[in-house]
C-alpha cells in the first residue's frame, strides 16, 4: 500500500520559515515525480513545487520563487519544502503527491498524480 505522510506544518508570522517534510512508504523516490501542492481557505488546489527524483529536475510556481526550495533524499524515502520568507498568502493546507515515471520527468498538474498525502496546515499571520 502506498502513503504519503506530511509534516512541519504550524504558525508563523509574516517573513518566518518553516520545513515541510513528506515521507513516502509503500514506492520508492528514486523513480518518481513529486510535487507539493496547497489549498487555501475557498480556493481550489494549486500546485507550489515539483521535483523529479531521476534527475533532481525542479520547478517552482511564480509565487514562491526565490523563496520555497524542494528537495529530495532517496535513501530516506523523504521529499522536503524549504519555505522561507513567508507571506500571509501562504496559508493553505498542503500536500504532498508521487507519481511513477520510467523516464526522468517533471509532473506539474494535479491530474498527472496518483498517490497523495493528508495534508499538513500552514499558517502565516501578519
Known amino acids: 500500500e502506498v502513503k504519503l505522510v506530511e509534516s512541519g506544518g504550524g504558525s508563523v508570522q509574516t517573513g518566518g520559515s518553516l520545513r515541510l517534510s513528506c515521507v513516502a512508504s509503500g514506492l520508492t523516490f528514486d523513480d518518481h515525480s513529486i510535487g507539493w501542492f496547497r489549498q487555501a481557505p475557498g480556493k481550489g488546489r494549486e500546485g507550489v513545487s515539483f521535483i523529479s527524483s531521476v534527475d533532481d529536475t525542479t520547478d517552482y510556481a511564480d509565487s514562491v520563487k526565490g523563496r520555497f526550495t524542494i528537495t529530495s533524499d532517496v535513501f530516506k524515502n523523504t521529499v522536503y519544502l524549504d519555505m522561507n520568507s513567508l507571506k500571509p498568502e501562504d496559508t493553505a493546507v498542503y500536500y504532498c503527491?508521487?507519481?511513477?515515471?520510467?523516464?526522468?520527468?517533471?509532473?506539474?498538474?494535479?491530474?498527472?498524480?496518483?498517490?497523495w498525502g493528508q495534508g499538513t496546515q500552514v499558517t502565516v499571520s501578519s
Open positions: 503527491a508521487a507519481t511513477y515515471y520510467h523516464e526522468p520527468y517533471l509532473a506539474t498538474q494535479e491530474f498527472e498524480y496518483d498517490y
